[in-house]
């Protein structure tokens, strides 16, 4: 079992940057590969970024290439998502997540956070 919250979600300008955390807990999050999701208003959850148990690896969604970086600290069991150059289409509940192999698909992911709560504004 692995236990995921969130933080750092607020509000923040356009063209501003955000900095989120996940706190892992559980007898294998270290070994877990991490991920972070965004749910806007009336859409589904969509993949952001992974990255693997070690943390050589990362993989992006084209969205937030080059503006969002995804990285952890295995010591501190926390996965980080920095997010810059936000805009208003950046808007949502931003959700961490854990599985053993990372994938772009929701169902594949198996431990969930609760959510934290971004909004850009313009």
């Known amino acids: 079992q692995v236990e995921l919250v969130e933080s750092g979600g607020g509000l923040a300008q356009a063209g501003g940057s955000l900095r989120l955390s996940c706190a892992a807990s559980?007898?294998?999050?270290?070994?877990?590969?991490m991920g972070w999701f965004r749910q806007a208003p009336g859409k589904e959850r969509e993949f952001l970024a992974s990255?693997?148990?070690?943390?050589?690896?990362?993989y992006y969604a084209n969205s937030v290439k080059g503006r969002f970086t995804i990285s952890r600290d295995n010591a501190k069991n926390m996965v980080y998502l920095q997010m810059n150059t936000l805009q208003p289409e950046d808007t949502g509940v931003y959700y961490c997540?854990?599985?053993?192999?990372?994938?772009?698909?929701?169902?594949?992911?198996?431990?969930w956070g609760q959510g934290t709560q971004v909004t850009v504004s313009s």
């Open positions: 559980g007898r294998t999050s270290s070994r877990s590969a």
């Open positions: 990255i693997n148990w070690s943390g050589s690896s990362t």
């Open positions: 997540a854990a599985t053993e192999r990372a994938s772009i698909y929701t169902t594949e992911w198996k431990y």
